[in-house]
């Protein structure tokens, strides 16, 4: 089992940063792909992006975040970050934190659900 703790969500201005944090628990880390996902009212959960658990730590971003996100995980403090700059109002969400071990088939697919662990999310508000 896996628990994910997320934090760093809050209410800022349209072209402000925030830096999101999930903290897990659980299984070794270090051997879990992790990733963030996002869901606005009313709209279907997406990936945002992920990162594998080993060698070069590989990463994706949705085309709507990239050049303005950057995911990244800590090992030794069991934790990943999504640093997120120039917020815009399309980005209000609800922000999970997805853990898993899994091919690479399935965590690059950018599909939610393959992905076993969750967080209980945290609301990113971006005003305009």
């Known amino acids: 089992q896996v628990q994910l703790a997320e934090s760093g969500g809050g209410l800022v201005q349209a072209g402000g940063s925030l830096r999101l944090s999930c903290a897990a628990s659980g299984r070794i880390f270090s051997r879990l792909n992790m990733g963030w996902f996002r869901q606005a009212s009313g709209k279907e959960r997406e990936v945002v992006a992920a990162?594998?658990?080993?060698?070069?730590?590989?990463?994706y971003y949705s085309d709507s975040v990239k050049d303005r996100f950057t995911i990244s995980r800590d090992n030794a403090e069991n934790t990943m970050y999504l640093q997120m700059n120039s917020l815009k109002p399309e980005d209000t969400a609800v922000y999970y934190c997805?853990?898993?071990?899994?091919?690479?088939?399935?965590?690059?697919?950018?599909?939610?659900?393959?992905?076993?662990?969750w967080g209980q999310g945290t609301q990113v508000t971006v005003s305009s």
């Open positions: 997805a853990a898993d071990n899994l091919p690479a088939s399935l965590w690059k697919s950018r599909r939610s659900a393959p992905w076993n662990y």
């Open positions: 990162v594998s658990w080993g060698g070069n730590f590989a990463a």
